[in-house]
């Protein structure tokens, strides 16, 4: 009976395979960069950002917003897509979280948003997060969408900048290896297995550091 | 007393499959929880195929010639994106494992659905976009639509089944609680399941032509969910003014997505085969109870499936998804 109850497991379990299904690959992928702006009091008051998208979206979220026709999108034209973005970016904490254990950051309204773009018409979303709640001097940052729909990638060069910060504070930027999920190595397969928080591995990590 | 193990093997083997689908169906819409190592692979096979498809659109346009290249690569995404969430390969699969599971049926459904699937894509970007110049958002809306369509479609469909499935077994059971002979004509040497079905009502409907009008409503259910990489694609090369080349890309796509289809669905009927023979070497006249009892555990599956998928669409409506 056990020989069979295992037998017929198996067959239960090929079942199950066929019926069960594996994940989605990042649908929409942003270069980000960002300006850290401190307050007079020394902390953290506001993150602008600059979040570059890749061409296939981009001419998705632009589909029909040629409002004249002339092959062009205006920052007017794009404006309504630019404060719905922002709107709907509240529920997912703008992507911009403390790492874990950390205290969580609170956010005030976006402020200053617009789309920009290229002369390939991909777009660009500038806005100005307010941080309301930031200790004085340093801070850690992530950046990231734990479901990696999106996938963020900080740009290359100096992606993250400090302004008006306390003297002797500096910032260190490390972008996600979005590469890894396209050359996996045995590491990358056991941080897949590893649990819910799927998109952390691929985090972008900014922290500040202050004397 | 044979009737209540067979009966409790096939909701065990309900259990382990809904306890799957949540797993899967968690997996909707993003939220993704990976569970192997070969899961990974095949998640970087088609992150890495999505990303040179753009490139490879805008080659097209660079260079007639291209287009095939375009279209390869929409072939290989499509068959490593199929393993990922979507596509149907759920509700093919446990339909074909509720109703009379064929290799011809596999393939069959399969490539219908993944036709579909294509066709939806071209139809919502071709009227919303190409014809009626909308934005994202009303493409968006109209995926919405057709979403919570297509689940509740999912969820009818494997009612009728539970119910068709349901009164068969209910018979079943009576009729061998009654007659405690033994049915020889049912020790047929060959394992296709709807050959036990002798005590259900309507016989000739559960195994005979009625599979392909089911089949036909599991594919609408399916195919009305377009796959969201095939509307990228489609969009991104209107934009670049060769909708028709994205048009080839998606239909090559498709032919991948019913490759992975059938090849699970394949596996499905491989699996239930596979149950039948067991049970065949056990369970001698109480065979029909048990196959129905699997039959009827697939039907409550699609049902659930549909549920999970209405649910957890509500829950995960993303920013970008559209």
């Given at each position: 009976m056990i020989a069979f109850a295992r037998?017929?497991?198996?067959?239960?379990a090929l079942s199950l395979f066929a019926t069960g299904g594996a994940f989605a690959h990042p649908h929409v992928f942003v270069t980000a960069k960002g300006e850290l702006i401190y307050g007079a009091n020394g902390a953290l008051k506001e993150i602008r950002y600059t979040w570059s998208f890749d061409e296939m979206f981009s001419a998705f979220a632009a589909q029909g917003l040629d409002a004249n026709g002339d092959g062009k999108l205006s920052r007017e034209e794009l404006q309504a897509l630019a404060k719905e973005n922002v709107d709907s970016l509240k529920e997912f904490a703008y992507f911009t979280v403390s790492p874990r254990g950390?205290?969580?950051?609170?956010?005030?309204?976006?402020?200053?948003?617009?789309?920009?773009?290229?002369?390939?018409n991909n777009l660009t979303l500038h806005f100005t997060l307010p941080v309301k709640n930031a200790p004085k001097g340093g801070i850690a940052i992530e950046v990231y969408d734990p479901t990696y729909f999106v996938a963020f990638s900080l740009a290359d060069g100096k992606p993250v900048s400090l302004q008006g910060a306390p003297a002797g504070c500096a910032v260190d930027a490390k972008t996600a290896d979005n590469a890894a999920a396209n050359n996996p190595s045995e590491a990358f397969f056991q941080q897949l297995q590893a649990g819910a928080d799927y998109g952390a591995q691929f985090a972008n990590r900014i922290s500040v550091r202050c004397p | 007393m044979h009737n209540s193990r067979y009966l409790l093997i096939g909701f065990v083997a309900v259990l382990v499959l809904i306890a799957g689908q949540a797993l899967a169906a968690s997996a909707f819409g993003g939220p993704a929880v990976p569970t192997s190592g070969i899961s990974g692979w095949i998640f970087a096979q088609?992150?890495?195929f999505y990303r040179s498809m753009s490139a490879a659109v805008m080659a097209a346009k660079a260079?007639?010639?291209a287009e095939f290249g375009l279209a390869w690569l929409a072939f290989l995404y499509g068959i490593f994106h199929a393993a990922g969430p979507g596509h149907g390969k759920a509700v093919i699969s446990s339909y074909l494992i509720a109703d009379g599971a064929t290799v011809t049926r596999g393939i069959v459904l399969?490539?219908?659905a993944a036709l579909a699937q294509a066709i939806t894509a071209i139809a919502i970007v071709g009227i919303a976009a190409v014809i009626l110049g909308g934005t994202a958002k009303a493409m968006g809306s109209t995926v919405r639509w057709l979403e919570i369509t297509a689940y509740a479609g999912i969820i009818a469909f494997g009612l009728m089944l539970v119910w068709r499935k349901g009164r068969a077994l209910i018979a079943a059971l009576r009729s061998s609680s009654h007659h405690a002979h033994d049915h020889a004509h049912h020790d047929h040497n060959h394992?296709?399941?709807h050959c036990d079905h002798s005590h259900g009502p309507e016989p000739s409907e559960l195994k005979g032509k009625g599979w392909l009008k089911r089949g036909f409503a599991a594919v609408v259910a399916v195919g009305l969910r377009p796959c969201s990489g095939a509307i990228f694609i489609l969009v991104f090369a209107l934009s670049q003014g060769i909708f028709a080349i994205g048009v080839i890309a998606t239909f090559a796509m498709a032919a991948g997505t019913a490759i992975t289809v059938a090849a699970i669905a394949l596996i499905a009927v491989l699996g239930k085969g596979l149950a039948v023979r067991i049970l065949k070497t056990r369970g001698?006249?109480?065979l029909g109870v048990a196959v129905l009892g699997i039959e009827v555990a697939a039907a409550i599956l699609i049902a659930a499936f549909g549920v999970l998928l209405l649910t957890g669409y509500m829950a995960s409506e993303r920013l970008f998804a559209a």
């Open positions: 037998r017929f497991f198996l067959a239960a950390a205290k969580a950051l609170e956010f005030g309204e976006p402020a200053d948003y617009w789309f920009e773009t290229d002369n390939q | 088609q992150a890495a260079n007639g010639t399969s490539v219908a394992d296709h399941a001698g006249g109480q």
